[in-house]
């Protein structure tokens, strides 16, 4: 599989360029910002995009979207649970300085058990609410991989004092769903350094067993 990790923004998102070798079919998920750097990458690796994937309404997971749509043609996929985050691009832009996108298009939305593919690759949504409430990890079974956005970071956990965030269902969707993967299933996280499943089982704070 072919995987780009491109911190983008000035949050430095991490957006993931992931695509099948043979096929060359990808999907790129959380296309905040920089997205002349991102159709490099995708050019790179001689990608046709079939979907670009969000995994929760804030803007600097989803500020370019509609820029990478114009330049691939892929549709966007979301949550339903955060088109109302999606309706505040505008505020949200102005608490972080940045420039308001306009109105990002939803293709359809994406949860529980559906799946994502791109050629022979295929990742399942889990739907992890809690830092927003439409908030989804990918998980690609095959490859032992995880996209979790702002659930879960190395050593921390995503921040739930935003609009539509709650401590509960973020600890929630962790103990239920992301530490029910094996411990060898590499994390990356929307924001720093990737991890795996079973070191934030032994050493993330939010986690450890009391
Ligand atoms: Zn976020």
């Given at each position: 599989m072919i995987h780009e990790i491109l911190p983008v923004g000035p949050l430095q998102c991490n957006c993931s360029i992931i695509g099948d070798e043979t096929s060359h079919e990808g999907i790129v998920i959380d296309p905040g910002d920089d997205i002349a750097t991102i159709v490099g990458l995708i050019h790179k690796h001689h990608l046709q995009i079939k979907q670009?994937?969000?995994?929760?309404?804030?803007?600097?997971?989803?500020?370019?979207?509609?820029?990478?749509?114009?330049?691939?043609?892929?549709?966007?996929?979301?949550?339903?649970?955060?088109?109302?985050?999606?309706?505040m691009l505008d505020l949200q832009a102005a608490w972080i300085g940045m420039t308001a996108p306009g109105n990002v298009e939803i293709e359809h939305s994406v949860g529980e058990s559906d799946t994502i593919k791109a050629g022979p690759l295929l990742a399942n949504v889990i739907h992890t609410p809690g830092h927003t409430e439409g908030s989804i990890c990918l998980?690609?079974?095959?490859?032992?991989?995880?996209?979790?956005?702002d659930t879960l970071f190395a050593g921390s956990i995503?921040?739930?004092?935003?609009?539509?965030?709650s401590f509960d269902k973020i600890i929630n969707s962790?103990?239920?769903?992301?530490l029910a993967l094996p411990d060898e299933t590499v994390v990356?996280?929307?924001?720093?350094?990737?991890?795996?499943?079973?070191?934030?089982?032994?050493?993330?704070?939010f986690l450890r067993k009391a």
């Open positions: 670009i994937v969000i995994t929760h309404a804030h803007i600097d997971h989803v500020g370019g979207a509609m820029k990478l749509r114009a330049a691939t043609g892929a549709p966007i996929l979301l949550n339903h649970n955060d088109y109302t985050l999606l309706k998980h690609f079974p095959a490859e032992n991989k995880l996209i979790a956005g995503g921040r739930t004092d935003l609009p539509g965030g962790l103990r239920e769903k992301v990356v996280p929307g924001h720093g350094p990737i991890t795996t499943i079973g070191e934030e089982r032994e050493s993330n704070p």
